[in-house]
C-alpha cells in the first residue's frame, strides 16, 4: 500500500505501554542510588542498541535508516520498532510497477511497487521492521520512493509535462508531429502561429494516480529553435520573408529610460 509522505503517521507506537514497561523495570530491577542518574543509564542502554543500520538491494543500491527516539517524562527511549528506507526507481519502473528485492541483513525482502510511484510516495511492508523487546512483535518498513530524473518529462502537480521543440516553419505554418508519451509515440496537430510556452494538454496521456490508478494529462509545451546550420537555399528565402514582412515582434514593448 502507498501512502503520501505528507499525510501518513511515520510512526504508530503505544506510548502507554512503554511508558508503563519502563516504570516497572525502573521499579523493580534498578535501584536509581547503584546507577546514579537513571535518565543517563537509559541512555546508555539505548546506545547499546544498532540505531543506524544500512542495507543493500541486489543491484548494489544503499539505503539506511534510522532509529527514532521520543522524549517521555525526560528519558530518551526507542519509541518504536519501524524502519524506513529509500530506493531509487526509473520512471518506466516507477509508471508500471516494479518487484525489488531487498537485503536487510540476511533476510530477503520482496517490496511489491504498484504503478504510479513517484517521489515522495512511501510503501508501507508490514511486519520488516526491528522485532519489539518488550511485545516480540515486529514493526513495520516504510520504504520511500525516489524517481531519478528523466530527460523530457518532469511533474507538474499530478501531471506530466514534455517541453517539444519545434522549427520556425512549424510554428508559423502549424504541422502535424510525433510526441513521445509514456505509452510512446502520438501525432500531434500543431495549430498555426503557434509561439514557445504555449503547449496543448493530452488527456489521460499522463501519470497514473495513486488515489484511484487514473491517468493524468501530459502537458506538451512547445519551444521555437532554430538550426545549428542553414542552408543558403533557407537563407536566401529568410531574406525574402524579412524584405516582405512587416512584423515586429517588440512593437508592444513599452520602454522608457530609467
Not at 542502554?45 to 540505531?51: A, H, P, W
Not at 518506466?92 to 517521489?119: Q, V, W
Not at 514534455?162 to 495549430?191: F, H, R, S, W, Y
Request: aromatic share 12%; charged share 25%; with cysteine.
Amino acid at each position: 500500500m502507498l501512502y503520501n509522505t505528507e499525510k501518513r503517521q511515520k510512526y504508530d507506537f503505544n506510548h502507554e505501554y512503554q511508558r508503563q514497561n519502563w516504570q516497572k523495570s525502573a521499579e523493580t530491577e534498578l535501584n536509581s542510588d547503584q546507577y546514579g542518574d537513571f535518565g543517563n543509564l537509559i541512555n546508555n542502554l539505548l546506545n547499546c542498541i544498532g540505531l543506524s543500520l544500512g542495507y543493500k538491494t541486489f543491484k548494489g543500491q544503499t539505503f539506511f535508516y534510522d532509529g527514532i527516539q521520543e522524549s517521555l517524562n525526560g528519558f530518551n527511549y526507542l519509541g518504536s520498532e519501524d524502519i524506513e528506507g529509500s530506493v531509487s526507481l526509473t520512471f518506466s519502473e516507477a509508471f508500471n510497477g516494479i518487484k525489488k528485492l531487498l537485503l536487510l541483513d540476511k533476510e530477503i525482502i520482496e517490496a511489491h511497487i504498484p504503478r504510479g510511484a513517484k517521489t515522495g510516495s512511501c510503501l508501507k511492508i508490514k511486519q520488516k521492521g526491528k522485532v519489539s523487546s518488550f511485545s516480540e512483535k515486529r514493526g513495520d518498513l516504510y520504504l520511500n520512493i525516489e524517481l531519478e530524473p528523466h530527460p523530457l518529462f518532469e511533474f507538474e502537480g499530478e501531471d506530466l509535462v514534455a517541453e517539444i521543440p519545434i522549427a520556425p516553419e512549424e510554428a508559423v505554418l502549424g504541422a502535424v508531429i510525433q510526441v513521445p508519451t509514456p505509452d510512446g509515440k502520438v501525432n500531434l496537430k500543431i495549430p498555426s502561429q503557434t509561439n514557445s510556452g504555449q503547449y496543448l494538454r493530452l488527456k489521460k496521456k499522463g501519470w497514473y494516480q495513486e488515489a484511484n490508478q487514473q491517468r493524468s494529462d501530459l502537458i506538451v509545451k512547445f519551444k521555437i529553435v532554430i538550426p545549428d546550420n542553414i542552408s543558403n537555399i533557407e537563407q536566401k528565402y529568410y531574406r525574402k520573408i524579412r524584405e516582405f514582412s512587416n512584423f515586429n515582434p517588440r512593437q508592444s514593448l513599452n520602454y522608457k529610460r530609467f
